[in-house]
């Protein structure tokens, strides 16, 4: 979370000109889980632009992982024709329940960037984040990592039990990641997802 960061004064600014309606959350991150509990796709606009390879929770789209089928139709609706599953968030504190022979790797899988083979419960409860070879690329959070976007983990493991979601890069087909909050407003509305939670901020398309 090395990149761009932009205040609320000036992401109610893009939200105002883009004259998108916008609803303020004091509890966003309670607000986005209970969404993604309801099958619900989020687009999230938070803090600090991640600066890598990876959406890590900041510049990032997130679903529940119960649907296999959503490798298909949310790469239509963003224009992807990728055919890797999406990647999960988990709760740290659950990594051993979902993902075998975590030891020595803890450090490298906070950043999304190895394989783990998944155990049963994780195959069960997150098919949608699972390869055909039962294997997963997870990101593990915790609250040291990032707090407002382990809140929306958190909240939605206590809502349903599970403790991982799906999180793939809020950016439509051969773009970048979104940067700016105009990024993120005009790949949200391309993009027919459901909710937009931009700091603060909630937007409905």
């Given at each position: 979370?090395?990149?761009?960061?932009?205040?609320?004064?000036?992401?109610?600014?893009?939200?105002?000109?883009?004259?998108?309606?916008?609803?303020?959350?004091?509890?966003?991150?309670?607000?986005?889980?209970?969404?993604?509990?309801?099958?619900?796709?989020?687009?999230?606009?938070?803090?600090?632009?991640?600066?890598?390879?990876?959406?890590?929770?900041?510049?990032?789209?997130?679903?529940?992982?119960?649907?296999?089928?959503?490798?298909?139709?949310?790469?239509?609706?963003?224009?992807?024709?990728?055919?890797?599953?999406?990647?999960?968030?988990?709760?740290?504190?659950?990594?051993?329940?979902?993902?075998?022979?975590?030891?020595?790797?803890?450090?490298?899988?906070?950043?999304?960037?190895?394989?783990?083979?998944?155990?049963?419960?994780?195959?069960?409860?997150?098919?949608?984040?699972?390869?055909?070879?039962?294997?997963?690329?997870?990101?593990?959070?915790?609250?040291?990592?990032?707090?407002s976007y382990y809140k929306i983990v958190k909240a939605y493991h206590k809502l349903t039990?599970?403790?991982?979601?799906?999180?793939?890069?809020?950016?439509?087909?051969?773009?970048?990641?979104?940067?700016?909050?105009?990024?993120?407003i005009r790949s949200f509305k391309e993009g027919r997802l459901d909710y937009l939670a931009?700091?603060?901020?909630?937007?409905?398309?």
């Amino acid at each position: 979370y090395f990149g761009t960061e932009y205040s609320q004064e000036e992401i109610k600014k893009a939200i105002d000109e883009s004259k998108l309606k916008a609803v303020y959350h004091e509890d966003i991150e309670e607000v986005t889980a209970e969404l993604i509990s309801k099958n619900k796709i989020v687009a999230r606009f938070s803090g600090r632009m991640e600066h890598g390879p990876r959406a890590l929770g900041n510049r990032s789209i997130l679903y529940q992982a119960i649907d296999p089928a959503i490798n298909d139709w949310l790469n239509k609706r963003l224009n992807r024709s990728d055919f890797m599953p999406f990647a999960p968030v988990t709760l740290s504190e659950y990594a051993k329940k979902c993902y075998k022979n975590l030891e020595g790797a803890e450090h490298a899988a906070k950043f999304m960037t190895i394989t783990f083979d998944c155990t049963d419960y994780m195959k069960k409860n997150s098919p949608a984040v699972v390869h055909v070879d039962g294997t997963a690329r997870p990101q593990l959070i915790s609250k040291q990592d990032n707090l407002s976007y382990y809140k929306i983990v958190k909240a939605y493991h206590k809502l349903t039990g599970i403790p991982s979601i799906v999180n793939t890069s809020f950016n439509m087909h051969e773009e970048p990641i979104v940067c700016t909050p105009e990024d993120a407003i005009r790949s949200f509305k391309e993009g027919r997802l459901d909710y937009l939670a931009i700091g603060d901020y909630l937007v409905k398309n």
